[in-house]
């Protein structure tokens, strides 16, 4: 088994790095799956982890400049290695303004994926930094686990509006409720919705508009736009994707645009938030009534 | 869909149409009053009463005339229900309690009569929210019967100087009494707590004291936990008239300007704990 790759630019570093603190923030361990055309980070929902289940998947090219993998054998031309994403963001962190981050799988007490960054300095010789960030390997036969998941059918999908007010209403509505109702239309439409014996309370979202999915589009075309589709929610879930969010979706952000979107399966919806320009990341996360919060992401083909 | 829209349609069904461009004008002076849950609405005419009472001891009543509303529509002449004061609060600051110069919610609030919820039409930025609180018979109001006529004592105060005194009550005492008195110490303010007693004096002629008319020396002492809640209300305040009755019971009146500089009122009526000599 041989891995080694290096990203050379400062841009892919940062966003391979941004990616590694959002993927921090989901898990404290994860599965890293590396093929020859993708790096993945998952998770598979299990009750151990709280049914929490992540799917990232990184088109390999887009980041690093060099990239050599020798898997576990020629037929199974992968490795699947578990890492606490954590260490990997903090080796990442100091790794900042790098000239270049090298990494590679080694042995040294244990398995290790070594980051070495090559840091600028006024010298002619780099400094360099290296961190042994110690991994498992994950045996062949308990592979099955970390297969890529289907993307659900969904009745709707719709862009959410500025966060700063879903998330003020969001917040006022759980300390009426511990449900939500969410309702969304093909005409751009979304209302937030909660009902106890003290009180009912309706947000009309209006002009959002709706993600044109083209040939991807698993939705009914024949869908009249005015018909919502509804699924419920508990909040503190929702609270839980809103405090996530950093930024205002639906906005350009340097070189990339910021989506975020939900679907709605009629009883279950899943929201999307989308870096897609260019790395092809989207983030998924499904969120059901029954089931506690999944992380579901996987990318754009 | 505009708030303007909706009235039209909906204004012959409703009995109390009020609205306001800026909801911070209801909410922040309901937000001085809301130490407990339920509160009794009393709208005439005149206005908005909002009523809070506590363990039959205390009642704080917040005024809000009617022309301080940019539209208040009575179609009767006195309507009463109670709702729930914490929902209520909750729904009137949907968007954010946070104010943000410049954006403001816009409320229109309506009642259609015994047996209905009381309705919000409250909008932001184009985002509209509904709400409908389920309302209930108002409960029969204590009547302190307080009046000026048997008024003993009476000052007016700047609330800044009183602000420092109650910040720093030591909660410890049971009670905090009040000594108001036409000779030394005029107006004082004592806490009996673990770490010893403490007294707050306001001589008659202090820049602070607006109106000075004390005719007889009284002491009298009030329950803390009941009168805590009195903060929030001199917080917002720039004046408060503290009065007393022959029976000892207090009058603490705030002058509250809001938002747009317009004045509002808040008063809280509490009865004696218990009765002290008045030259202690």
Redo the contacts between chains.
Sequence with gaps: MKFRAKINDVGCLNHFTRVLNTITKLTKTCVLRLTVDNVYFVLSGKVANGGVSMWCELLQVNFFDEYQLEGVSSEANEICLEVAPENLSRALKTAQNAKSVKIKLTKKHCPCLTLAAELPSLSSIGRIVTHDIPVDIIPRRLWHDFKEPTMPDFDVSIYL?PL??M???V???K??SNYLVVEANLNGEMNLKIET???????????LGNPPWGDNAVQSQSRDVETMAHARVDIRKLQQFLMGQQVNPNKSMCNSALYIWICIQEGSYFLLHADIVDKRIIHLILLQEDVSLQYFIPAVA | ?PLSTQSQSGNDEYILVASLDNARNLSNILKAISFKDHAIFNVTQNGLKVTIEDSKCLQANAFIQADIFQEFTLKEDVVGFQV?L??LL??L????GSTVPGVNTALRMCYNGYGY?LTLFLE???????????TQEPEELIDFDFCSTNVTNKVILQSDSLKEAFSELDMTSEVLQLTMSPSHPYFRLSTFGNSGNAHYDYPKDSDMMELFQCTKTQTNRYKMSLLKPSTKALALSCKVSVRTDGRGFLSLQYLVRNDDGQICFVEYYCCPDEEVESNE
Excluded: A
């Design positions: 509006p700063k007010t998330k003020s209403v917040d006022r509505m300390n009426l014996d003290l009180v009912s309370v309706t947000t009309h979202f209006r002009d | 869909m729930n914490t929902v909750d729904c600051t949907i968007f954010g919820p932001e930025g184009g985002v509209v929210t509904v709400c409908k609180i389920n």
